[in-house]
């Protein structure tokens, strides 16, 4: 069975600064997808950036990117020049890319204050 | 276009009771998806269901939990006598096919006193 474990159960940053949050899967497919949630105090769930495993380059979307490491099973979300409305917990999660697979898995979240 | 609905958003039960959640999927998607998440914990998957048919529903307790989701209308997640572990959001997500993007409604906060 698959695994996302996110060790940092708690993170800080100041306003303008950037941030890396980390997470690492175990896996033994080789074909999945990869994705980082963003749950606001409103805990809804909004979707930040996905990952394809089969692609060799980084996803980006606007102040987020990621670090693909594949053969190191790493995942970790960087913000950049982060805002007030970053403040939210982060859940990394994975997908099998098997035709049988449709559930996310998730880690149990990093919570990220950001400091004015 | 509107969003998952889920109804209703908070629910208050006592021990024993039924608890119903609705989830109303995203216009043009027949898949969904309950996850649960208990308090300081990430979402666990319980059920992957299409129109009429449960796909995986080996996240679910075999006991007292059960979900359908019928040709019309909303998909229900039942609790037959809840207990106070039952306690937890419940998040219900929706796809156009399987393996396509999981859009979130805004879940069911459920205590039981």
């Known amino acids: 069975a698959q695994t996302v474990t996110q060790s940092q159960p708690e993170m800080s940053v100041q306003e303008a600064e950037t941030v890396t949050l980390s997470c690492t899967y175990d896996t033994s497919e080789s074909d999945y997808y990869l994705f980082w949630y963003k749950q606001p105090p409103s805990r809804q769930m909004i979707l930040v950036i996905r990952?394809?495993?089969?692609?060799?380059q980084n996803a980006t979307e606007n102040r987020f990117s990621v670090n693909f490491q594949k053969a190191a099973k790493s995942f970790s979300l960087k913000i950049s020049d982060s805002q007030l409305g970053d403040a939210a917990m982060y859940f990394c999660a994975y997908r099998s890319g098997e035709t049988s697979g449709s559930r996310l898995t998730f880690g149990e979240g990093t919570q990220l204050t950001v400091n004015p | 276009n509107a969003g998952v609905m889920q109804n209703p958003r908070h629910l208050v039960r006592r021990r024993g009771q039924e608890a119903r959640l609705r989830c109303s999927p995203m216009k043009g998607h027949s898949h969904v998806y309950w996850y649960r998440q208990l308090p300081e914990e990430g979402l666990k998957f319980m059920v992957y269901l299409q129109k009429e048919n449960i796909i995986d529903e080996s996240g679910m307790p075999k006991e007292r939990f059960s979900a359908e989701f019928p040709k019309e209308g909303p998909s229900i997640l039942r609790i037959q006598q809840v207990v106070r572990g039952d306690s937890a959001a419940y998040f219900c997500?929706?796809?156009?096919?399987?393996?396509?993007?999981?859009?979130f409604g805004p879940g069911t906060r459920l205590t039981v006193l």
């Open positions: 997500a929706s796809s156009t096919y399987r393996g396509n993007e999981q859009f």
């Open positions: 990952q394809e495993a089969y692609k060799q």
